[in-house]
């Protein structure tokens, strides 16, 4: 059983940055893959961005890609997401997950954290 909390949420400008947080319980955090996903009222979970179980091998959607970066310090159980050049369209609860391998399906997740919201003001 793995716990995952993110944190780091808020309201921003357009054009600001945030950077989420998601902490993870467990022994062999650092033997997972690693997503962060969103999802937007009204719409469906969407994957943002994933990262291996070394931080070797990161893959963006490409809505977000250039302006997010994905990260991780296993040392410390922490997945990160740098959002820079935030969109109006951003806006979301963000989530991280654990998975079997990087991959953009939400159904080779298989850990969810409660969501942190991120909301993006013109």
């Known amino acids: 059983q793995v716990q995952l909390v993110e944190s780091g949420g808020g309201l921003v400008q357009a054009g600001g940055s945030l950077r989420l947080s998601c902490a993870g319980s467990?022994?062999?955090?650092?033997?997972?893959?690693m997503g962060w996903f969103r999802q937007a009222p009204g719409k469906e979970r969407e994957f943002v961005a994933t990262i291996s179980w070394s931080g070797f091998s990161t893959y963006y959607a490409e809505s977000v890609k250039g302006r997010f970066t994905i990260s991780r310090d296993n040392a410390k159980s922490t997945v990160y997401l740098q959002m820079h050049a935030l969109k109006l369209e951003d806006t979301a609860v963000y989530y991280c997950?654990?998975?079997?391998?990087?991959?953009?399906?939400?159904?080779?997740?298989?850990?969810w954290g409660q969501g942190t919201q991120v909301t993006v003001s013109s």
């Open positions: 997950a654990v998975g079997t391998f990087p991959t953009t399906a939400s159904s080779e997740y298989y850990y």
């Open positions: 467990g022994r062999n955090f650092s033997s997972y893959t």
